[in-house]
């Protein structure tokens, strides 16, 4: 029941993260809409590679000195961490997988303990990119926030008091 929690509340966060890019590069083409993000952890196969795209996509398109640009932001480099989380999530599921074909309770409880401790490194990286990549969308949006815009400037102008 908490992994199902944790992944709903997951999968609601990558979504959100998805769609905050869009803000903060308009009219850029992403290659994953928010929808699949979120929907590609569901199909078989695909979900071994593309979630971690997605999501990699999102941190890139999340760097604060590329915001408003179009396609910048692709160059941008994706830290160590999440190649940590994403192995150690594969091999959880991987070793959680076997764990339950073996039938000898001895080596099934060894892999299961295995698979346990790799759930929990994919769990402390997870949180930590969740973290660091919340900060960096908090940064792309004071910075879309604080710049001044035409329209800005236009109303500043015109409070301003008419001097002879």
Known sequence: LGQVVAAIFFLRWLNRAAHNVRAFHPGAVFEFTPGWAVGWWFVPFANLIKPLRATQEIWRASEPDCVKSDRSYLGAPVPGLMSTWWGAWIASGL????????????????IGA?????????????????????????ECWRKIHEEPTLRSAMQHAAALPISP
């Open 95 to 110: 070793l959680g997988n076997l764990s339950g074909r073996i039938e000898e309770p001895g080596p099934s409880a060894t």
């Open 114 to 138: 295995i698979a346990t401790c790799f759930t929990i490194v994919a769990c402390i990286a997870v949180l930590r990119l969740m973290k660091d990549m919340g900060e960096r969308q908090t």
